[in-house]
């Protein structure tokens, strides 16, 4: 049985100006990562900094739930997987939210309460397998925590606490479900090593890092070959290396100049999509095995927060305002990308009153302002999924009279975590967006 003892997370207001557009939360609308549903690839959920959009048919149309659904006091760039049935999970600070396949309905697990839930995993084959890292604080000291679902509906502890261990990331090998990927830092977060299992979580080997890299990502894992793992790092520099042998030895195959926020692998295996502010890069494996070196493939001055390569296509995250979308994807290898998402279209979730997300109504209006929406919007994704939901909903009103401070003007307050909390904040937004 694991402590219960742990720390509380201090938070300190700090007052400033904010710019326009801005959002209740402070911060620039922009999405951040897009997950697909393994057994439904029209079914995607793209976290955003207002809030969860998800579309069911492959983003012809899509549909907000707000922050608050989720959690009262919002969230900031938390970790989500799809699992079995469509259901969402989703890495808090203080624990696990699970939601129905709406998005409309969240609940807690009272298993991990108070945890830091940092980040989760899924089971590509099997999206009733996933796994989650959390980082628990015991007499003043970090460990991990690793816990897994076999069903999607219920968590549990995969072994004893990882002593002196901040998770970043992890990853499952697909062809060896067992086989467990784990990047870290030490509890002094200086130190950065790989853990591994090959028995789902229950024993653990440890593999140092890279040469020089003391905060390391486990970013995928190859899809036929699970020895092959990526990992990226971003301090001392940013980089992207692959180890061919299990974590044991890496090899640095990218240097960047700037965070590589967006990372993915092609569902085959063969290329690797990396970029940030700077633009996007295809890699590919032509010679690797015969012992060549990984050659760029394909250029984009795309500026990309986020990338996730499905059988679709590869999915970016980009910035509405300089690349013209907010959601694109590329059938082409990254060399062109097709606008799937703006702002102005997004619609409310139209959810029943008494649902988690029945209050996310009254918030539409300031948002819709805040990203260039209609407040009449009432055209909803998410409403008739399954085919037999449209009557348990209800349509955001026309003309309502919302708050509007959300507006262009803005909110004159953000919140600032103390710095512990800042560096795992910091650390959540460098890591991979769910294979990019």
């Given at each position: 049985?694991?402590?219960?003892?742990?720390?509380?997370?201090?938070?300190?207001?700090?007052?400033?100006?904010?710019?326009?557009?801005?959002?209740?939360?402070?911060?620039?609308?922009?999405?951040?990562?897009?997950?697909?549903?393994?057994?439904?690839?029209?079914?995607?959920?793209?976290?955003?900094?207002?809030?969860?959009?998800?579309?069911?048919?492959?983003?012809?149309?899509?549909?907000?739930?707000?922050?608050?659904?989720?959690?009262?006091?919002?969230?900031?760039?938390?970790?989500?997987?799809?699992?079995?049935?469509?259901?969402?999970?989703?890495?808090?600070?203080?624990?696990?939210?699970?939601?129905?396949?709406?998005?409309?309905?969240?609940?807690?697990?009272?298993?991990?309460?108070?945890?830091?839930?940092?980040?989760?995993?899924?089971?590509?084959?099997?999206?009733?397998?996933?796994?989650?890292?959390?980082?628990?604080?015991?007499?003043?000291?970090?460990?991990?925590?690793?816990?897994?679902?076999?069903?999607?509906?219920?968590?549990?502890?995969?072994?004893?606490?990882?002593?002196?261990?901040?998770?970043?990331?992890?990853?499952?090998?697909?062809?060896?479900?067992?086989?467990?990927?784990?990047?870290?830092?030490?509890?002094?977060?200086?130190?950065?090593?790989?853990?591994?299992?090959?028995?789902?979580?229950?024993?653990?080997?440890?593999?140092?890092?890279?040469?020089?890299?003391?905060?390391?990502?486990?970013?995928?894992?190859?899809?036929?070959?699970?020895?092959?793992?990526?990992?990226?790092?971003?301090?001392?520099?940013?980089?992207?290396?692959?180890?061919?042998?299990?974590?044991?030895?890496?090899?640095?195959?990218?240097?960047?100049?700037?965070?590589?926020?967006?990372?993915?692998?092609?569902?085959?295996?063969?290329?690797?999509?990396?970029?940030?502010?700077?633009?996007?890069?295809?890699?590919?494996?032509?010679?690797?095995?015969?012992?060549?070196?990984?050659?760029?493939?394909?250029?984009?001055?795309?500026?990309?927060?986020?990338?996730?390569?499905?059988?679709?296509?590869?999915?970016?995250?980009?910035?509405?305002?300089?690349?013209?979308?907010?959601?694109?994807?590329?059938?082409?290898?990254?060399?062109?990308?097709?606008?799937?998402?703006?702002?102005?279209?997004?619609?409310?979730?139209?959810?029943?009153?008494?649902?988690?997300?029945?209050?996310?109504?009254?918030?539409?209006?300031?948002?819709?302002?805040?990203?260039?929406?209609?407040?009449?919007?009432?055209?909803?994704a998410g409403a008739g999924v399954d085919g037999d939901l449209s009557g348990s909903f209800?349509?955001?009103?026309?003309?309502?009279?919302?708050?509007?401070?959300?507006?262009?003007?803005?909110?004159?307050?953000?919140?600032?975590?103390a710095l512990m909390a800042e560096r795992s904040r910091s650390r959540k937004a460098a890591?991979?967006?769910?294979?990019?």
């Amino acid at each position: 049985m694991r402590p219960t003892a742990r720390a509380g997370l201090v938070v300190v207001v700090v007052v400033a100006g904010l710019a326009a557009p801005a959002l209740a939360n402070g911060r620039y609308p922009s999405a951040g990562q897009l997950v697909v549903d393994h057994a439904d690839a029209r079914h995607m959920v793209v976290r955003t900094t207002f809030g969860l959009l998800q579309t069911f048919d492959a983003g012809s149309h899509w549909s907000l739930i707000c922050e608050q659904a989720v959690s009262p006091q919002g969230f900031e760039d938390p970790e989500i997987v799809v699992t079995t049935g469509g259901q969402i999970a989703m890495g808090l600070p203080d624990g696990l939210a699970v939601g129905d396949p709406t998005g409309c309905g969240w609940t807690r697990d009272a298993e991990f309460v108070d945890d830091n839930v940092i980040d989760l995993v899924v089971n590509g084959a099997d999206p009733a397998m996933a796994y989650l890292a959390a980082a628990v604080t015991v007499n003043g000291a970090f460990n991990a925590l690793i816990a897994g679902t076999t069903d999607g509906v219920t968590w549990s502890d995969t072994g004893a606490l990882l002593a002196d261990t901040y998770p970043l990331t992890i990853e499952i090998a697909p062809s060896r479900p067992q086989r467990l990927y784990l990047g870290a830092e030490d509890g002094n977060l200086e130190l950065g090593f790989i853990d591994v299992s090959d028995d789902g979580g229950a024993s653990w080997t440890t593999h140092a890092g890279p040469d020089g890299v003391n905060a390391v990502y486990i970013s995928a894992v190859d899809p036929q070959d699970a020895d092959r793992v990526y990992l990226r790092s971003y301090f001392p520099q940013s980089g992207l290396y692959v180890s061919d042998d299990g974590a044991a030895t890496w090899t640095l195959i990218y240097q960047s100049e700037v965070p590589l926020t967006g990372f993915a692998l092609s569902p085959d295996g063969q290329h690797v999509a990396v970029g940030g502010a700077n633009g996007l890069t295809i890699l590919g494996r032509a010679g690797v095995d015969a012992g060549g070196g990984y050659a760029t493939a394909a250029n984009a001055p795309l500026p990309v927060d986020c990338l996730t390569w499905a059988s679709a296509g590869l999915y970016a995250c980009a910035d509405e305002a300089t690349a013209g979308f907010t959601i694109g994807v590329s059938t082409d290898g990254g060399e062109t990308f097709t606008p799937i998402l703006h702002l102005k279209d997004l619609t409310p979730a139209s959810c029943a009153s008494t649902s988690s997300a029945g209050s996310c109504a009254a918030q539409w209006c300031s948002t819709a302002n805040a990203i260039g929406a209609s407040c009449s919007s009432t055209i909803d994704a998410g409403a008739g999924v399954d085919g037999d939901l449209s009557g348990s909903f209800v349509k955001a009103e026309t003309g309502c009279g919302c708050e509007t401070a959300g507006g262009p003007s803005g909110f004159d307050f953000v919140l600032v975590l103390a710095l512990m909390a800042e560096r795992s904040r910091s650390r959540k937004a460098a890591r991979r967006t769910i294979g990019g």
